[in-house]
Structure formats: structure tokens, C-alpha cells
């Protein structure tokens, strides 16, 4: 009997302590190589637990394993187009090749990174009985350009299947309104706000803007605006444009770059992307309201000018738009009108002092609203909720 109970006080304390660090594995379907969100997101779970990534290599460009300080990160190098009709079979197999990972991994908690890692982390979730996050990054259905029969069925489905995991996070408010009618058992708002030690960002707040730099960091896609910017940027070769990023439009940017004003930089890291970005008067980031889950955008690159000091020039049609207005941050054009972006870029070089005080309020709105230390804590009480028994 005496037997019986220090096994049973000995297997207890092994379970606390599971618990009190528990092992957590993120799904996410590009390399991490690199994905601010996902980065920053392990950063504030290695605090607390053991942190593993589950990563989709599509061009085979990265390392099959690597170790991180924060994070231990497996890529399945599988070759897949973004943006292709193709992807439907590949994506089958990374599916298949995650379920399979989960179902042999030994964890606590799954942090699945939208639904096309979302279905086999949720499936494997319940049949060994773990806690499930669902982070939506991008409402799915959404983002497919699709015929309507394909998408409305996708929509529906994560819309009913979000329901069961332990916790949704989004990365606006404004995008409740895109999962109606669905309701998670817990939502909660981590704002795609970067994350940037202070010391770092006065060093390279010190950084001098040039007149004529301008820089774009983030996916290469028809819905950015990127072959307006290049057709404005080959008009005016004193203005250089450097371009970093990944995606459908790498190869039309890259043969872009034979002009003298214009450079493709690929993928580079988050640090370079804030260095570049200090470089700049101002930034500009553009999303093609047709498509509805731009409509919800809540950008890094929107929060980067404000950390920096920085005014933007983006779109009329997003969530993002209305803070723009509404805090006087920038300038708004018609998507899509490379003559409004034009006199835009224009306007904000012949009044540099109009920039400096824009970029000042955009600052003391990072510092009040958008820290990066308010989401952490949001995000630790959720793990730390999450871990008891």
C-alpha cells in the first residue's frame, strides 16, 4: 500500500511538471524562414513551454532541420507553387505528413497556424485528447481565388470547425465580423504588431532616411499592388525601390531588377526588414480590397511605420484604411491607381517636415496602443490557462 502511493505521489509531480512546461508544437505551411508572427509567437511560447515548429519548405531553400533558441523547427520539403490550382495535391500530402508527425510527437498543446494546418492538428488533438489554439492568420476561404462553389463550402467548414478548438485567436477585431457566425469557446485579439526590443529600435530609429530609398518586404502577390509599383518605379529611375519577399510574383520581380533603380533582395531577416525599412521617408502597403480577406487586413507593415516613426501610404476599402484616417497616419489612394500613388510619393517629398510630424504621432500611438509587450502577456495568460489541470 506504502508502494502504491509513492508511485502514484511520484507519477503526480511528473505530470505537474508537464504541465508547468508544457511541450507545444506550431503549424505552419511556408519555412519560417522567415515569418515575423510565427517567430515572434514562439519567442513568447518558449517562455513557458517547449516550443517545436512543423514547417512546409516549398521551394527546398532552407534548412530540413534547424535549432533555434526559441524553437526547434522540421520542414517537409515538398515543391509547391503559391497560388496554384496544382497546390491541391501537394497540400494533400503536407496534410497527410503533419497528421503523421502529431500522432508521433509527444505534446501538450497544438498552436495550428490556419486551416490548411488546422484540419490534421485538430483531427490528431482529439484522438489524443490535447489542447488545440487556432491562430487565424488569414480567413482561408478568403484568400482562395476560387470559384464560389469551392470557397463557401471551405468557409463554411472553418467556420463550423473552429468551434472546437480550446481557443481562436484573430489578428484584428474587425475580423469578428469575417467568422460569422461562428463562436469559439474563447477568441481572443493578438495584433500583428512587430516585435522589437527597445534598444534595438533606438538604434535604428537613429538610422537616417534617404530621399529617394524606397523598400517593400512581405508576399509577392497580385493583391499587393507589386507590378504597379515596379511599372511606377521603371518611370522614375532616381527613385531606387528595393524588394524583399517571397511568392507567385518572385519571378516577375526579379526580372524587374535588370533596371538600375530596382533590387530584388529575396528573403532576408526580420532585422534587415526594420533596418531597410528605418531607411525609408515613408512606407506604403497595398491590398486589393476585392479580395475579402483584405478587407480585414491588419498588416506588420502598417505597425512597423508606426514603431518607426514612419507615415504610410496604403488603399481606400480595408480595416486598415479607417485607422489610417481616423489617426491621421499617412495617405489613402484608390487600389490599384498607380497615378494616385504617384502624386502620393510626391507630395509626402516635397513636405518632409509633414512626415517628420506624422511620423511622431504614429510613434506615441505604437508606444500607448500597439506595444508588442501588450500582446505577449495576452498571450502568455492564455498558455498559462491552458496548462491547468
Same mark, same amino acid.
Given at each position: 500500500?506504502?508502494?502504491?502511493?509513492?508511485?502514484?505521489?511520484?507519477?503526480?509531480?511528473?505530470?505537474?511538471?508537464?504541465?508547468?512546461?508544457?511541450?507545444?508544437?506550431?503549424?505552419?505551411?511556408?519555412?519560417?524562414?522567415?515569418?515575423?508572427?510565427?517567430?515572434?509567437?514562439?519567442?513568447?511560447?518558449?517562455?513557458?513551454?517547449?516550443?517545436?515548429?512543423?514547417?512546409?519548405?516549398?521551394?527546398?531553400?532552407?534548412?530540413?532541420?534547424?535549432?533555434?533558441?526559441?524553437?526547434?523547427?522540421?520542414?517537409?520539403?515538398?515543391?509547391?507553387?503559391?497560388?496554384?490550382?496544382?497546390?491541391?495535391?501537394?497540400?494533400?500530402?503536407?496534410? /497527410?505528413?503533419?497528421?503523421?508527425?502529431?500522432?508521433?510527437?509527444?505534446?501538450?498543446? /497544438?498552436?495550428?497556424?490556419?486551416?490548411?494546418?488546422?484540419?490534421?492538428?485538430?483531427?490528431?488533438?482529439?484522438?489524443?485528447?490535447?489542447?488545440?489554439?487556432?491562430?487565424?492568420? !488569414?480567413?482561408?476561404?478568403?484568400?482562395?481565388?476560387?470559384?464560389?462553389?469551392?470557397?463557401?463550402?471551405?468557409?463554411?467548414?472553418?467556420?463550423?470547425?473552429?468551434?472546437?478548438?480550446?481557443?481562436?485567436?484573430?489578428?484584428?477585431?474587425?475580423?469578428?465580423?469575417?467568422?460569422?457566425?461562428?463562436?469559439?469557446?474563447?477568441? /481572443?485579439?493578438?495584433?500583428?504588431?512587430?516585435?522589437?526590443?527597445?534598444?534595438?529600435?533606438?538604434?535604428?530609429?537613429?538610422?537616417?532616411?534617404?530621399?529617394?530609398? %524606397?523598400?517593400? @518586404?512581405?508576399?509577392?502577390?497580385?493583391?499587393?499592388?507589386?507590378?504597379?509599383?515596379?511599372?511606377? %518605379?521603371?518611370?522614375?529611375?532616381?527613385?531606387?525601390?528595393?524588394?524583399?519577399?517571397?511568392?507567385?510574383?518572385?519571378?516577375?520581380?526579379?526580372?524587374?531588377?535588370?533596371?538600375?533603380?530596382?533590387?530584388?533582395?529575396?528573403?532576408?531577416?526580420?532585422?534587415?526588414?526594420?533596418?531597410?525599412?528605418?531607411?525609408?521617408?515613408?512606407?506604403?502597403?497595398?491590398? !486589393?480590397?476585392?479580395?475579402?480577406?483584405?478587407?480585414?487586413?491588419?498588416?506588420?507593415?502598417?505597425?512597423?511605420?508606426? @514603431?518607426?516613426?514612419?507615415?504610410?501610404?496604403?488603399?481606400?476599402?480595408?480595416?486598415?484604411?479607417?485607422?489610417?484616417?481616423?489617426?491621421?497616419?499617412?495617405?489613402?489612394?484608390?487600389?490599384?491607381?498607380? !497615378? !494616385?500613388?504617384?502624386?502620393?510619393?510626391?507630395?509626402?517629398?516635397?513636405?518632409?517636415?509633414?512626415?517628420?510630424?506624422?511620423?511622431?504621432?504614429?510613434?506615441?500611438?505604437?508606444?500607448?496602443?500597439?506595444?508588442?509587450?501588450?500582446?505577449?502577456?495576452?498571450?502568455?495568460?492564455?498558455?498559462?490557462?491552458?496548462?491547468?489541470?
Amino acid at each position: 500500500m506504502e508502494v502504491k502511493k509513492i508511485i502514484m505521489i511520484k507519477a503526480k509531480k511528473e505530470k505537474s511538471k508537464r504541465i508547468l512546461r508544457p511541450k507545444i508544437v506550431m503549424i505552419r505551411s511556408n519555412p519560417v524562414d522567415p515569418d515575423p508572427r510565427v517567430e515572434k509567437i514562439a519567442r513568447v511560447l518558449s517562455c513557458v513551454g517547449k516550443v517545436t515548429i512543423i514547417a512546409w519548405d516549398r521551394e527546398g531553400g532552407s534548412k530540413k532541420r534547424e535549432k533555434r533558441f526559441y524553437a526547434d523547427i522540421e520542414r517537409l520539403q515538398l515543391r509547391a507553387k503559391y497560388g496554384s490550382l496544382m497546390l491541391i495535391f501537394p497540400l494533400v500530402f503536407w496534410w /497527410i505528413y503533419v497528421f503523421c508527425r502529431l500522432l508521433l510527437k509527444k505534446f501538450d498543446i /497544438i498552436y495550428a497556424c490556419d486551416l490548411d494546418t488546422y484540419l490534421p492538428a485538430l483531427l490528431v488533438a482529439k484522438i489524443k485528447r490535447k489542447k488545440i489554439i487556432y491562430d487565424i492568420f !488569414d480567413f482561408y476561404a478568403d484568400m482562395l481565388y476560387l470559384p464560389s462553389f469551392i470557397t463557401k463550402p471551405v468557409g463554411w467548414l472553418d467556420r463550423k470547425i473552429m468551434n472546437w478548438a480550446d481557443v481562436v485567436i484573430l489578428v484584428d477585431k474587425a475580423r469578428e465580423k469575417q467568422i460569422y457566425p461562428a463562436k469559439p469557446k474563447k477568441l /481572443i485579439f493578438i495584433y500583428n504588431v512587430p516585435e522589437i526590443e527597445d534598444v534595438f529600435l533606438k538604434k535604428i530609429k537613429k538610422i537616417s532616411s534617404k530621399k529617394d530609398f %524606397f523598400f517593400y @518586404a512581405g508576399l509577392l502577390s497580385k493583391d499587393r499592388m507589386i507590378k504597379e509599383i515596379i511599372a511606377l %518605379f521603371k518611370k522614375h529611375p532616381s527613385w531606387k525601390l528595393e524588394i524583399a519577399g517571397w511568392g507567385p510574383l518572385e519571378g516577375f520581380v526579379k526580372k524587374a531588377a535588370k533596371y538600375e533603380n530596382i533590387k530584388f533582395l529575396g528573403r532576408i531577416s526580420y532585422e534587415e526588414v526594420l533596418e531597410k525599412t528605418a531607411q525609408t521617408r515613408f512606407c506604403f502597403a497595398f491590398y !486589393d480590397p476585392r479580395v475579402p480577406n483584405n478587407r480585414y487586413a491588419s498588416p506588420n507593415k502598417l505597425f512597423e511605420a508606426m @514603431a518607426l516613426g514612419k507615415p504610410i501610404i496604403t488603399n481606400k476599402g480595408t480595416s486598415m484604411t479607417e485607422l489610417v484616417e481616423r489617426e491621421k497616419m499617412g495617405l489613402v489612394i484608390k487600389y490599384g491607381k498607380v !497615378d !494616385d500613388f504617384q502624386r502620393a510619393i510626391s507630395f509626402l517629398l516635397k513636405h518632409p517636415s509633414l512626415c517628420q510630424k506624422i511620423g511622431q504621432r504614429n510613434y506615441q500611438l505604437y508606444k500607448k496602443e500597439y506595444h508588442w509587450s501588450n500582446m505577449k502577456k495576452r498571450l502568455l495568460r492564455v498558455i498559462q490557462n491552458l496548462m491547468v489541470i
